[in-house]
């Protein structure tokens, strides 16, 4: 899952929960009812600059209880979450660029 609203109350690089807070919902959302950040279940082998609304991405949810493989810029990384019950969203910078290679749980 991918979130193109990053807000200061959802820290500077993590944030532990299903959704990330209220507060990252535009005020003119929340007036509408909305009450989730925008977040976005990305399908393997696509891009989020595909959707219109995504082209911005500011951060990726690492799920509870699994591994994620990721490349980023470049560089693999694994974030292992085996046996850590919540999800954990991860910040990323506009010039980085990360690609999920593979999800395991």
Not at 48 to 61: A, F, L, Q
Request: contains cysteine; hydrophobic residues 30%.
């Amino acid at each position: 899952m991918i979130t193109n609203n990053w807000c200061a109350e959802a820290g500077t690089i993590t944030y532990t929960g299903e959704f990330l807070p209220t507060a990252c919902v535009p005020v003119a959302n929340r007036q509408n009812g909305y009450t989730f950040p925008a977040s976005f279940t990305l399908q393997p082998g696509r891009r989020s600059n595909e959707y219109p609304k995504y082209y911005d991405t500011d951060g990726i949810r690492l799920p509870a209880n699994c591994i994620t493989d990721v490349v980023i810029d470049g560089n693999g990384v694994r974030y292992d979450r085996q046996g850590i019950s919540t999800h954990q969203w991860r910040k990323f910078s506009n010039s980085q660029t990360w690609v999920v290679t593979g999800i395991y749980c």
